[in-house]
Structure formats: C-alpha cells, structure tokens
C-alpha cells in the first residue's frame, strides 16, 4: 500500500517502527496534492515548507527517543476557518482573503502539541454556509468519485482530500451537517461531537450555539484518534464541556453489545433516493445480522428541523457577521471610488429635489460598511445575514427566533425519549448522493431541505456520524448516519467500527 | 403567511449593513419570502409553556479570575486593519454626534 | 422650581468597576494606556474569539446590587445588543436584556440644608455590559477620519437606571453624589467622571399644571454629554426652560413626539439636538451563545449583604446620632469618604470632643486638602498627631489662634504638638503667674477699669492685647476671667 493511502494508525505504528520517516509521508501527502489537487480543488492552501519543517522535527525527536505527541508526524489538513497564527485564514471570503489572525485556534495548537504535520488549510462553502463548497468564493471543489460533482459541503475540501488519498486526517466543522453529509458524498467518515466536546476558540463562528468542530478520516480507529486529539475542555470558551476526555482509541474496537438501533420511520419516507434507501437498510440489516435490535421510533418534532434551523443559524449568523465592517480587518471598499459615487447620487437627489431620500442617503461610514460587505460576502451569506437579521429584527423576534428556540427544545426532548429505549438512532446522512454542480445553486430552500437528517443533531446538540455504507449503481458513495446521546461519541465510533469490521466500503477509494 | 415586501428587504438591508443592487433586491425579496413562508411551519407547533432552548447544552457560572495576560503588541492589533496610522484604526468620519 | 410645572427627571448612569482585566477578555483596564495597546483578539472581535465572564466584574455588581436594594434574581444571562459603531469591533455589545442581574431598589437622598424633603429615588435596574472603545474625531468635523482606540473596549460597565422619580436638578445632583459615594465606599468604582468611570444620561420631561383633570406631559427628551455633576444640574434646569418654552409655543406633548436625544454644550450652556438614525432602536436583541447563564443563591447574596461595608447614610445618622454632631457636620466628613470619617472617629474618640474634632476636620483639615490639592488619605498629620494638639486647647496650655501655627508646623513635620509647642516656648501660665500679670495691666490702666465697672466688657480686650505682649502663652479667657474677678473685688 502507498503511503498516502495508509490510515493515520498505520502510519504512527510505522513511524513508531521507523519503517518509515514523517518526512517521506509527508513527501507522499504532498506529491498525493501536486498530482490531483489540480482536479479536485481541496485545499486553498498547501504549507509546504512549514509541513516539511514539522516533519523533519518530528523524524528528529523520535530519533533521539523523545517523547512526541499521540499524531506525531501524521500530516492532517485544517479546514480554513480555523485561526492558525501568522498564516491567512480566509473562510472561503473575499472578505478575509488577506486575513492573517494574530492567535492559533485552541484546536489547531492541540494539533501542534499532538506533533501533527499540517499540510494545508481546505476549501469550504463561504463562512461554512452551504452544502456544496459551491459558495466558495475563491476556488472550486469537486468530488473525487465524479469531478463533475460537488463534494458537499461545507467541509468540502476537507471530505475531499480524505477521498483523494492526500490526508489520512481532515478536520471538518458542522453546524447543520457540514461534516457528515460532505463525508456521505465522498465516502469518508465525519463525526460531529457533541457541541462543548471540542473547543469553539478560534473557530470562525458560523452559528454559535450549533458549530462544532469534528474529525474527518477513512477509518473509525482514525476518526477515534482524530478526535482523541482534539477534544478537552477550554478555559477559553465558555461553552466547553467541562467533563473529562475518553479515551476513544482504547474502546473503538470493543464491539457493542445488545445494540438497540432505532429507525425514524419518517426518515425513510417520500424524497430519499432509492439507492441510498436500499444502502442505509443494508447496512441496518449488517447490523442485525451482528445481534443488535432494530426498533421502529419517533421523532414528532424532527419535522420541524429545518425550520428551525434556517432561524436560528441566520439569526446568529447576521450577529456573528456583523464583526466584518471592514473597520478593523477584513476587505474594505475602495474609499475615493466610494465617496464618488455617494457625491454623485447626492447630487442626483438634489438635481431632483428628492429632499427625504436625501435625509435617507448613507453617510460616508454607513456606505463604507454597506459596501465593503456586499463586496465582501457572496450570495448565499448575505442571503443568510438578512434572513436572520429580518428574523430577530423588532416585530418579528418573538414570531421567528423565540418560536425557533421553544421548537427546538422540543426537538431535543423528542431525543432524550427516544434515547431511554434504543442506543442509536440510524438513517440515513442525506436523501440523495453526490449531485451536479450547479444544478441546486438556483433554489436555495430546495438546497435547505436536504439537511433534513442532520440539522436535528446540532439542534440538540448530540454527537452524530456518517459512514460509508454503500454505492449507487452510478458508483457513487453512501453514508449511513448514527446519532447518540450527548456525550456518547464513543458508542458512535464502536458502532462505525463494527460496521467495518463486517464490510469493505470504507476501504473503496476512487479511481484517479 | 407573511407578505416579505421589497421595502421591508431594503429596510432589512440598512440594518444588515449590506448593499443590494436593484436585481439583488429583487431576487432577495423573492428567496426570503419564500424561506419566511417555509419557516412559517412552525406555527402548527403548540409551544405554551416550552422554556426557550438558547444553548446546546445548558451549563451556568463560567467564570474566569480577574487575572490579567499578555495584551497583544499595537502592531499585531493593527496588521489587519485596512487602514490606520501608527496607533489608531481609521475610519471615515463617524458624523451626527 | 416653578409653579407651572413639575421637571420629571430619571438617570442613567453607567460605571466602570473596578476590576484589574476587561469583562470578557483579561487585557488589563488601566486607564491612559497608549492607544491599542491594551487588546487581545477577544476585545479587537476577531473573528473566532469567544469571550470568558470576568468573576470578579460579577461579584462587584453583586455588591452595588445590595448596596442599592435590588433584588437579585436567581437566573441571569447575556444578550447581544447589535449596533454598527467603528468604536464597537464585533458588532453588538454584550449586554444584559430582559432578565438583568438586579432590579427593582432604592437609594435615599438627604438634603442637610433641607433644600427638599428627604426621598426614596426608585432604581429600575443595574445591569453588566462590556464597555465601547474611544473614537477619535477630528475638530473639523466630518472632514478626515475618526481613528480608534479600542484599548477601553470591554472594559466592564455596570449601567444603573433610575425610575423618573426626580424633581429638581437639585435632586437629581443629590441622587449623584449618593450614588457615587456608595460606589466609592463599596470600592466598586472610583467614579472618576474625568476618566469617563462615571457617566451620566438624563431623560427629562414636563408635568405641566393645568386646570384639566388630566396633566399635560411634554415629549420626553434624553440629555447627554455631561461631563459633570454641575453639568448635569445645569443642563436639566436649562432643559426645563426650554421645554416650557417649545410646550407653549407649539403645544406638543409626548403623545405627539417620540423621545429624541439631545448633547449638552458646556461652552455654551444649552441642549442641542443630536442627530439620530432612523433605526438605531433596532438592536435585534438575543441571548448569547457564546456565554453561560450566571445563576446566584438566595445565601450568596445574603452573604455579599451582610459582608456589606457600612453605608453613607448610616455613617451620617451614627455620627449625628452617636457623636452628637449637627448633621450637616455628618454630612460633610461623609461626603468625604471612609478615610475621611475613619480620621474624625479616631480625631474624636481620642479628644473626647466630637464637636471640636469635627471643626477642625471641616475647618483645618479640609481646607489644607483643597489649598494642597491633595486627598484625604495624604493628609500629612495623623489623627493621633492631631489630637495631641487639640487636647493642649482642651487644658488650655495653647489658645486656638496659636494652635493654628502650631497646626501649620505638624504639617511640615512628624513632631507632635508637645513637642513643637515646646519649641516655640508655648506652656501654660500657671494661676498665679496670671493674677500677677492681671493685677499688673489693670494698675497700668485705670481707664479701663472704669469701664469695666461700669459694665463696658469690650474694654477687656485691649488688656489681652497688652498681657499677650508680656506673656504670648496666657490663655485669653482664663485672663479675661481673672481680669473681670478682680475689677469686681476693686
Ligand atoms: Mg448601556
Ligand atoms: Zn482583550
């Protein structure tokens, strides 16, 4: 097996060994990249000589017997809305395509005191909004399976250089499904932890109460050891589960006894594509065939998912967004142009007596933050920003947000419930395989309502995953996706393993 | 069902501190109005009595001591900004007070 | 005021507590640093920062919460206000909204010279919010650019608002100097108004009386920019004129107007209208995710309460009540602070004479401090040092007028009054030695004692003047005395 084909887990034993250095496994990842990143788009920013320089201190510690950290020259790929110091950090915006932040995420350090290799920062969906990486406003992602593809999103970059064999590791982020349904599509696993098991510090804010941070990878021991490494509690954000860290390495391969499966009958209803239907039940049935015990539940307030979600994640986001004025940091207009044309239509309003509109005209100030945003932001963010800002604005709070909130302390209820009689809830990540590019980018609420299946997890805040569980006839891959409750990322990995375990379709890679 | 007017986008616009062009308003009016109609759904949902659900997970008294740290240098809290002088942000001037 | 009118007055005033790091982020809040050095990505609003509450802001504004009678809730939590200012880097403030750390209390105000009768002043409710940074505008306005400073962003503010239960700038000035003085003697503030520690908005309206039923109440006007007390009593008394006057010319009343803001001109001592956006009221309030509810203990708060300092008005009635002083002397060394009171109660438990001590704190003390520019606690004379002096006036062995030289020495040095009396030769005159000297002047002038005799007693005080030249230590009145005991034996 190549290098960059091997798991994260084989790789340490190897480099434990000294069969082989980090700089060679670097040396694979990045000529993995040269050769198909052109194809595939994953990263905005490969670091090279930083990722060499790590490697070789890595080789050197081992070599003079040091202790190193637990994924010491593993190289890893950082989704690129994670601060990493002194190097750009631009969350796919042209706001922030210049922006070098001053601090390391929480998340990113940890990488670094792990000994990892980062190897380049990845392609998303513009402020980690979307589900395609199609609202990336500086590069295109594709899928590895089928190029004409998108990979999802909005970790996009990140599923697909898992996909391509360029990274064993990728962290993602998730807000609505940003980890697993790009996993789903390009037939790698993503775990989105339970919100406060990973540290939010440094992670540019999408939706705050929803956003966690996750790990990507091709196998579940990878996916356990990923999120070993990253997890902790954080002085440094509030919202950080202040609880001790399991350690997931030491359990993933414990099969789970007397499993109870539960099945949203919903989930399985009008709008999921056969093919992913027939994956999904298959994988269902691997798991009988195991021992566990499927159990038919429901999930009343599920329905409600998507709507409260498309309130409350704009909501936050109109807030979290508005730090971008260009005042402090960030893309500015052009401030001669600007002033010109202000001029010009006061002028205008003058000519025509238009006395109110002029009251109305922005001030220099206001045009320069106006400006700078409609430059700065694209589509879909700007769609979002003035959903929630119309959302929490005076008049329409109690009807939307409020009524969100209450919502969705039903949605979790509904969990907890369900989670006295079944240990996990199974179906599947998204309704359809990989699609087209271009062809949902016209109807934004048709691309909402495929986040049907996993908006609920962020909701509630519970841990949830997708793993390949199949292919359509077109040979695209299918995620099987399991929720458990808060806390329990473990079980989802045990299970993930036992599903490996008993079928290969983890270990399908696409043909390049 | 909510009727979403295009004054009400363009009001929502000066709030949001964005600026839409004639056909972006438009376009806005007509995706917000249809995603404000979707949302709408949660109507039906009976909520008297539901507490609010602000946090994914509900925690209390986060607290840190009043210790203080390393501020960052002046040139590390200025390289970003798209215009300042040696030791201030600047920006246009801020008129009406 | 006026007859024509009630002036409706409510305040709100925001304070900066005194904490050494900001609220969210630990940079320090000391004030006068160079601009932007004191930030950090949490107070700059990079993005992906998170902010952590600062406990001890928290316990502060627990304090001044039960300083103030305000009922602490159970449940609190953090809001975002959203507002766009270059001065404010993440967009919103953090804030608190429906469900504020206190509400609902009351602080009494006195007046000693009963200028109006001592009142309750409702306070609606205190709050915690982060502070804004500084904009800078040039003095051509609207010309070059505002250049920010934002190492005072997040600097922890404790917002207190008032019910509209003031009725003369005189009132409102007396709410302030109360509320200061708690916040200073609770060391949660140091209320400096120049250093922008203390800042005060008042909202303002008329109550005008009429022969209707129902009174008639003018559009309610928000009033800032005041930079001081003075300010803010000036700024109400003009505001009330001028509402009167715009009342009976146009007969608006706050049924036709919304409330509008106005900034007062120092220079020119007038309101002037401020400029307002049309949605500024939209600040799309909304918990924050990013922080934890704080929740608080019915012991906890009784226990901030009972740790509680003693307060000013209790200090005021314990002097009055248990030193006997007037209360306008209560009232002054309390205006003064604890250190001030601290040094009476020590000056007079040591004399014996709360009277005297209180004098010569108000009289001698106080005006060193202001002709020095000094504070009270580098006052150069102890109290123990002090009371050495006034106990030589209690026995006599120094008249007043001499122990104020004897006073103005203590100040240059650490010796105590014995000592410096000695030196200038100060002792006392024993009874013989002044019957001697009485007998003496009185033989030196007849004309005197005839005057004396005939009940003329001013005469007495040229022989004072003639026994101080022969002897400066005589005690005045002890000479006086003998002087009148003899002439009635002649
Ligand atoms: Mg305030
Ligand atoms: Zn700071």
């Known amino acids: 097996m190549a290098l960059y084909e091997a798991s994260a887990t084989q790789l340490l034993s190897q480099l434990e060994s000294g069969e082989v250095t980090s700089v060679e496994v670097t040396k694979a990842c990045l000529e993995q990249i040269r050769k198909h990143d052109g194809e595939v788009g994953a990263f905005l920013k490969v670091m090279d000589d930083k990722a060499l320089a790590k490697a070789e201190e890595v080789d050197k510690k081992r070599k003079a017997g040091e202790a190193v950290g637990m994924l010491a020259g593993v190289p890893v790929a950082v989704k690129d809305l994670l601060c990493t110091e002194g190097e750009v950090t631009t969350c796919a915006s042209k706001m922030l395509e210049n922006f070098v932040p001053p601090y390391s995420s929480t998340v990113v350090k940890k990488l670094e005191q792990a000994d990892a290799v980062i190897i380049g920062k990845t392609n998303m969906d513009e402020f980690a909004m979307g589900g395609s990486t199609e609202n990336s406003a500086l590069g295109k992602t594709r899928n590895p399976w089928n190029t004409s593809l998108v990979p999802g999103g909005s970790s996009g970059g990140a599923a697909a250089c898992l996909a391509a064999r360029m990274v064993p590791l990728s962290i993602g982020t998730d807000t609505g ?184 005209l922005d001030t220099p100030l206001i045009r320069m933050y106006r400006k700078s945003r409609a430059e700065g932001f694209g589509p879909e963010v700007k769609r979002r920003i003035m959903l929630g800002t119309y959302t929490l604005s005076a008049g329409y709070y109690e009807a939307y947000y409020l009524k969100a909130l209450k919502v969705r302390r039903l949605i979790r209820e509904d969990y907890d419930k369900a989670f006295k009689s079944v240990d996990i809830i199974m179906g599947p990540t998204a309704p359809n395989p990989a699609f087209a590019a271009g062809s949902k980018t016209n109807d934004p609420l048709a691309m909402y309502l495929e986040d049907l299946y996993t908006v609920t997890a962020n909701l509630a805040g519970i841990p949830a995953i997708s793993v390949p569980c199949g292919m359509t006839s077109e040979g695209l891959p299918v995620g099987v996706h399991m929720q458990a409750p808060a806390l329990e990322e473990d079980r989802l990995l045990r299970a993930a393993y036992m599903f490996q375990k008993a079928t290969d379709w983890h270990s399908k890679s696409p043909s390049m | 069902m909510s009727s979403l007017t295009r004054e009400d986008v363009e009001k929502v616009s000066l709030l949001a501190r964005l600026r839409l062009s004639e056909d972006e308003l438009t376009k806005m009016t007509e995706q917000m109005s249809q995603i404000v109609n979707y949302v709408e759904l949660l109507n039906e949902v009976n909520t008297d009595d539901v507490e609010p659900m602000a946090h994914a997970v509900e925690q209390y008294n986060v607290f840190a001591e009043d210790v203080p740290h390393q501020s960052l240098p002046r040139e590390a809290a200025l390289a970003n900004a798209p215009k300042s002088d040696s030791e201030c942000f600047r920006v246009p001037a801020v008129l009406g007070d | 005021m006026s007859d024509q009118y009630d002036i409706i007055i409510g305040l709100e005033v925001h304070v900066q507590l005194q904490t050494k790091t900001k609220l969210f982020c630990r940079c320090s809040t000391t004030f006068g640093a160079s601009p932007n050095t004191q930030t950090c990505p949490v107070c700059l609003g990079m993005p992906g920062s998170l902010p952590v509450m600062n406990r001890e802001a928290f316990q502060l504004a627990l304090k001044t919460a039960c300083a103030l009678n305000l009922n602490v809730p159970r449940f609190t939590k953090w809001d975002r206000k959203n507002y766009y200012y270059p001065d404010l880097p993440k967009g919103y403030q953090i804030s608190q909204f429906d469900l504020p750390m206190s509400e609902d209390g009351f602080l009494l105000i006195r007046d000693p010279k009963g200028q109006f009768e001592p009142k309750k002043v409702g306070i609606i409710r205190a709050h915690l919010e982060e502070d804004a940074g500084k904009s800078m505008h040039d003095e051509v306005a609207g010309k070059a650019d505002t250049r920010i400073d934002l190492n005072r962003t997040g600097t922890p503010l404790l917002e207190i608002v008032s019910q509209p239960d003031m009725r003369s700038p005189l009132e409102a000035k007396a709410y302030l100097n109360e509320l200061k003085l708690i916040l200073t003697y609770l060391g949660v503030s140091d209320c400096n108004m120049q250093e922008g520690s203390l800042r005060v908005d008042a909202n303002v309206n008329l109550h005008i009386k009429s022969e209707e039923p129902k009174k008639v109440a003018t559009p309610i006007v928000e009033i800032k920019n005041m930079n001081s007390f003075r300010a803010v009593e000036r700024a109400i008394a003009y505001e009330a004129t001028r509402q009167f006057d715009e009342w009976q010319e146009t007969g608006k009343t706050i049924k036709d107007a919304p409330k509008t803001t106005r900034g007062w001109d120092d220079a020119a001592q007038i309101t002037r209208p401020q400029r307002e956006k049309e949605e500024s009221s939209d600040y799309r309030y909304f918990p924050d995710p990013d922080l934890a509810p704080v929740t608080t203990t019915a012991e906890e708060v009784e226990a901030i309460q009972t740790a509680l300092c003693e307060l000013p008005m209790a200090i005021r009635d314990r002097l009055h009540d248990g030193y006997g002083i007037p209360e306008y002397d209560a009232d002054v060394i309390v205006n003064q602070g604890q250190i001030a009171v601290d040094y009476y109660e020590a000056l007079a438990l040591k004399t014996g004479d709360a009277k005297m001590s209180s004098n010569w704190v108000q009289q001698d003390v106080l005006r060193v401090l202001k002709e020095r520019d000094l504070e009270f606690d580098q006052f150069p004379i102890t109290a123990e040092r002090l009371a050495t002096l006034l106990k030589a006036i209690m026995n006599k062995e120094i008249d007043t007028t001499r122990a104020k030289d004897v006073f103005t020495q203590m100040l240059e040095s650490d010796k105590d009054a014995p000592t410096i009396m000695a030196e200038m030769g100060i002792e006392k005159v024993d009874d013989s030695a002044i019957d001697d000297l009485a007998r003496e002047v009185l033989e030196a002038n007849p004309k005197a004692v005839e005057d004396l005799k005939n009940g003329i007693q001013k005469a007495v005080g040229a022989l004072i003047g003639q026994a101080k030249k022969k002897n400066p230590n005589i005690d005045p009145g002890t000479f006086r005395a003998k002087c009148i005991e003899l002439v009635k034996d002649m």
């Open chain 1, 177 to 360: 499904g940003s980890i697993r349904q790009p996993a789903s599509f390009c037939g790698v696993v993503g775990l989105k932890p339970t919100y406060g098991r990973v540290s939010r510090f440094g992670l540019i804010a999408f939706a705050s109460s929803l956003d966690q941070i996750g790990p990507m990878a091709r196998t579940a021991e990878d996916t356990a050891l990923f999120l070993e490494a990253m997890s902790g509690y954080d002085p440094n954000d509030s919202t950080s589960a202040n609880v001790p860290c399991p350690l997931f390495t030491q359990t993933v391969d414990k099969p789970l006894e007397g499993l109870r499966i539960g099945l949203v009958k919903e989930h399985f209803g009008e709008g999921l594509n056969g093919e992913v239907e027939k994956a999904v039940r298959e994988a269902v049935a691997v798991y009988e065939s195991m021992g566990a015990k499927v159990v038919d539940i429901s999930l009343p307030h599920n329905k409600y998912g998507i709507a409260t979600y498309y309130i409350i994640a704009p909501s936050e986001a109109s807030s979290n967004l508005a730090r971008f004025d260009s005042a402090h940091y960030g893309h500015r207009c052009d401030e001669a142009t600007m002033l010109e044309e202000l001029k010009a239509e006061e002028d205008a309003l003058r000519a025509a007596g238009k006395e109110a509109e002029l009251k109305k």
